[in-house]
């Protein structure tokens, strides 16, 4: 079993930066992918990027340039920086793991609150 615990998020204004962090704990398989989701009041849970550990990363094509993600391997971290917030980058973001082998399941964090606002 594979618990995922977020941290990092929090109310910044406009233009702002925040960073989240993501730590993975338990039976973790490789290869497999992290990701970040969002889900704003109303509308359904989106991708917002992913990095596999074989470093492959992809971004949302809305969210190019403005966020990175990063990982450490060896600590099953996963990392999102946002940059140039805007007030519709509001939403919960969840972390997700996948592994890439077999048949097994992925695994959620609970999800940490990010608020763009003036």
């Known amino acids: 079993q594979v618990h995922l615990v977020e941290s990092g998020g929090g109310l910044a204004q406009p233009g702002g930066s925040l960073r989240l962090s993501c730590a993975a704990s338990?039976?973790?398989?490789?290869?497999?992918?992290m990701a970040w989701y969002r889900q704003a009041p109303g509308k359904q849970r989106e991708l917002v990027a992913s990095?596999?550990?074989?470093?492959?990363?992809y971004y949302a094509d809305s969210l190019k340039g403005r966020f990175t993600i990063s990982r450490r391997n060896a600590e099953n971290t996963v990392y999102l920086q946002m940059d140039s917030l805007k007030p519709e980058d509001t939403a919960v973001y969840y972390c997700?793991?996948?592994?890439?082998?077999?048949?097994?399941?992925?695994?959620w964090g609970q999800g940490t609150q990010v608020t763009v606002s003036s």
């Open positions: 338990g039976t973790i398989y490789s290869p497999n992918t």
């Open positions: 997700n793991l996948r592994p890439l082998v077999g048949s097994l399941s992925e695994s």
């Open positions: 990095s596999t550990s074989r470093g492959t990363n």
